[in-house]
């Protein structure tokens, strides 16, 4: 088992309450960038429904790319073409500002090879928190996160399977559902009686802010 992350030892304040925040769909618009990366290689990205590997193509074939392959140009873009995504609109500032008042944590769902572009693309967008990389559901970090603060904690994800996998392990801990990407949303499954949906920062950060106070 992996081993606990220390909050004082991310630097954050355990008497602070605590802000979890995703980063892709969340804080930056992984699909649209994702996109990009991948037309650079000759292939769409179509938006059709609520998948990753699913929507790949290429152009004018009506059969998805094998997944496997799929894989592989996710696992690029991580590591290449993921300091070109977009900052969602608002966000910089919606954490900026909660900061004043909680210790903000990032954690993301991405491959190993990731960290460093990851990283250098939170700290050139205002977004230089400390970042946790993460695989499967969200819900056994989450908790351990939130138990070591005295204060309230947050959740927010794009996803009702790291929602649910927090609602699950911690309880406690206030969530909330963002997605980022205009095209997304109508497709992006919810579940409104478990976990908030706001996809616009400036509501999502006053109820965020309602929530640990
Ligand atoms: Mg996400």
Redesign the pocket.
């Known amino acids: 088992m992996a081993r606990t992350p220390q909050v004082d030892a991310l630097g954050l304040d355990s008497a602070r309450p605590l802000v979890i925040v ?5 804080l930056g618009h ?1 699909m649209e960038g994702f996109g990009a990366f991948l037309a650079t290689r000759g292939l769409e990205f179509r938006v059709e429904r609520f998948a990753l590997f699913q929507n790949i193509y290429r152009p004018g074939e009506e059969v998805h790319l094998e997944i496997e392959e799929g894989r592989r140009h996710y696992d690029d873009f991580f590591r290449y073409g993921s300091g070109e995504m977009r900052v969602a609109e608002g966000a910089a500032e919606a954490l900026r500002r909660l900061a004043e008042q909680a210790g903000v944590v990032i954690l ?2 991405a491959p190993g090879q990731g960290r460093l572009a990851r990283a250098r693309w939170l700290g050139r967008n205002g977004l230089d928190y400390p970042l946790l990389l993460n695989t499967g559901p969200k819900g056994p970090l989450a908790a351990a996160l939130a138990k070591q603060v005295k204060g309230p904690a947050a959740f927010i ?3 009702l399977p ?1 929602l649910d996998s927090v609602a699950e392990s911690a309880p406690k801990v206030a969530r909330f559902q963002h997605v980022a990407d205009e095209r997304l949303r109508p497709l992006a499954p919810a579940a409104p009686d478990r976990h908030t949906r706001i996809d616009d920062w400036d509501a999502l950060r006053i109820a965020i802010a309602d929530s640990i106070s």
């Open positions: 995703d980063v892709d769909e969340v992984f993301t769902n994800d794009d996803l790291n």
